[in-house]
């Protein structure tokens, strides 16, 4: 079974413009998270979908949003890009359901904004 | 709001060795499940290892175990027979059900030494 994947896996956009991420699940998971990752902060959740829902948010502005297809595949955009968003930007995919709710991470997107 | 506290930013073992990994959540809620994650300098995250709050034993995965203390609000991680292959940084991670918000630690990079 192939895994969360993730494109583009590097991207560099200048303060003001706008990017989508986009992130693939394993075949049968509808639960899409994501993450941000920076030295300073760590590992910060940003938001999970699941069924196309927005069904968790975490503390960040309404300039990070996000998606999610009738195929399980989610995107997320993040606009007037601020040098603070670079990040390496992680998404996760799981069942959704049950107990386990086990999270399988994607190799990330390393985002440089200049 | 659940924090999950990791306490040694870095850590050395020697290969073969034995190395234990400590990690502190703050949390009023009863159920809910613990997770620690490694991710080698690949960035590629991967489950080490997970404990249900409700579960009394210890979880254990080959050479990783757990010391999960539920009164102390206490979850290390040991890793047994070091090997090289161990050199990441490792994060703690708390999950509250039904909710996939998933909270880590800041890490703790582990360099296994020949």
């Known amino acids: 079974k192939a895994g969360v994947t993730q494109t583009p896996r590097y991207l560099i956009k200048t303060r003001g413009q706008q990017v989508t991420l986009s992130c693939s699940p394993i075949?049968?998971?509808?639960?899409v998270s994501w993450y941000q990752q920076t030295p300073g902060q760590g590992l910060q959740f940003l938001f999970e979908?699941?069924?196309?829902?927005?069904?968790n948010k975490g503390n960040f502005p309404g300039r990070f949003s996000g998606r999610q297809f009738s195929n399980s595949r989610s995107e997320m955009n993040v606009s007037t890009l601020e040098l603070g968003d670079s990040a390496l930007y992680l998404c996760?995919?799981?069942?959704?359901?049950?107990?386990?709710?086990?999270?399988?991470f994607g190799p990330g997107t390393r985002l440089t904004v200049l | 709001a659940q924090t999950v506290t990791q306490s040694q930013p870095e850590m050395s073992v020697q290969e073969a060795e034995t190395v234990t990994l400590s990690c502190t959540y703050d949390t009023s809620e009863n159920n809910y499940y613990l997770f620690w994650y490694k991710q080698p300098p690949s960035r590629q995250m991967i489950l080490v290892i997970r404990q249900e709050a409700y579960k009394q034993q210890n979880a254990t995965e080959n050479r990783f175990s757990v010391n999960f203390q539920k009164a102390a609000k206490s979850f290390s991680l040991k890793i047994s027979d070091s090997q090289l292959g161990d050199t990441a940084m490792y994060f703690c991670?708390?999950?509250?059900?039904?909710?996939?918000?998933?909270?880590f630690g800041a890490g703790t990079r582990l360099t296994v030494k020949p």
């Open positions: 075949s049968g998971h509808r639960s």
């Open positions: 979908y699941f069924s196309e829902t927005q069904r």
């Open positions: 996760a995919s799981c069942t959704g359901t049950g107990l386990s709710n086990e999270q399988f």
């Open positions: 991670a708390f999950m509250k059900q039904p909710n996939n918000d998933m909270r």
